[in-house]
């Protein structure tokens, strides 16, 4: 098992300069870094190989995630915007392939978060999505590039809300680049137990993100972190697992994220290092 965290827990903005986290992240114990899928699509070739060159020097992965926005649905039954979306996500696969990013993950089989004031056609929605991914899964094919397919909870999307929906999606789409991901947070409101839903997606599982019910690190919660580690390690799970708190309000990530009061105990930056860098030991010590 390889842990990462994503750099939002230090930043208020999704689309900032990663170059720092990558070093880090390396002191701060990590294998991973996880990167915005927006952030990198429009990035210059000479910055993603800088990205490339000192995740490389500090011996991490990189990984990216996003949660499409409407006008990239790749889910959309109006042609225009589900090509916008496929085109968008291509050229992210392009980019990640100059940063050597092997693995995507997040809401890139629809939009996220879903606009409940339309109609929900689960069924319509869910068979251009499966055409949508198979055609993005095939361009990320001769790149090395794996998508790993998020499982959020209802209130963020509905094309699947938990991993037995999850896995009966990947089955559909038949790609062997395309996994399940999911996400502690989500599963503590859709799933039974956090051991069951690990095992029944086996060897589907392609990435991992956790956090606490409340988005805070891994064990300032009551997420039953040695249930998780158990299934992991019965599955023989040797993939990515990347952490993914949430804890201070403020800017386009505390409003997406609906981070509406502080969760961090007014913590300044090097609290937060200290925080996540305990959690990471704790981590390790019921996953490993
Ligand atoms: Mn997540």
């Given at each position: 098992?390889k842990?990462g ?8 903005e ?11 992240v390396?002191e701060?114990?990590?294998d991973?870094l ?11 070739e000479?910055?993603l190989?800088a990205?490339?060159?000192e ?7 990189l ?11 790749v889910s959309?039954s ?7 979306g496929i085109?968008?996500?291509k050229?992210?696969?392009?980019n990640?392939?100059i940063a050597d ?10 939009y996220?978060?879903v606009?409940y004031s339309i ?16 055609e993005?899964a095939?361009?990320?094919k001769p790149k090395?590039?794996?998508l790993t397919?998020?499982t959020v909870?209802?209130f963020e ?5 938990d991993a037995?929906e999850?896995t ?5 789409v038949?790609?062997?680049n395309v996994?399940v991901m999911l996400?502690s947070?989500?599963?503590?409101i ?9 095992i029944n997606?086996?060897?589907?599982l392609?990435?991992y993100h956790i956090g ?7 064990g300032k919660?009551?997420i039953?972190?040695?249930e998780?580690g158990r299934a992991l390690?019965d599955i023989?799970?040797?993939g ?6 949430f804890?201070k309000p403020g ?5 997406d ?5 502080d969760l961090s ?6 609290k937060l ?5 305990e959690?990471?030991?704790f981590?390790?010590?019921q996953?490993?």
């Amino acid at each position: 098992m390889k842990f990462g965290t994503y750099f939002a827990y230090w930043e208020r903005e999704w689309d900032v300069d990663f170059f720092p986290y990558i070093s880090k992240v390396a002191e701060l114990g990590f294998d991973i870094l996880e990167v915005s899928g927006g952030g990198i699509a429009d990035l210059p070739e000479d910055k993603l190989i800088a990205l490339r060159e000192e995740a490389k020097r500090c011996g991490i992965t990189l990984t990216a995630c996003i949660g499409l926005p409407a006008e990239y649905n790749v889910s959309s039954s109006d042609r225009t915007i589900r090509g916008n979306g496929i085109a968008y996500m291509k050229k992210i696969l392009d980019n990640m392939d100059i940063a050597d990013i092997r693995q995507i993950g997040g809401i890139i089989y629809a939009y996220w978060p879903v606009d409940y004031s339309i109609p929900v056609e689960k069924e319509k929605t869910r068979e251009i999505s499966i055409e949508s991914v198979r055609e993005l899964a095939d361009y990320a094919k001769p790149k090395g590039i794996t998508l790993t397919l998020e499982t959020v909870n209802r209130f963020e999307q509905y094309l699947f809300n938990d991993a037995a929906e999850a896995t009966q999606f990947v089955k559909d789409v038949d790609r062997d680049n395309v996994k399940v991901m999911l996400d502690s947070f989500h599963m503590n409101i859709e799933e039974d137990n956090f051991y069951d839903p690990i095992i029944n997606t086996g060897k589907y599982l392609g990435h991992y993100h956790i956090g606490e019910a409340n988005r805070k690190v891994p064990g300032k919660g009551h997420i039953p972190w040695a249930e998780i580690g158990r299934a992991l390690r019965d599955i023989n799970y040797d993939g990515t697992i990347v952490m993914e708190p949430f804890v201070k309000p403020g800017g386009g990530v505390g409003s997406d994220i609906k981070v509406w009061r502080d969760l961090s105990g007014d913590a300044d930056d090097s609290k937060l290092d200290e925080d996540i860098r305990e959690s990471l030991i704790f981590l390790k010590k019921q996953f490993i």
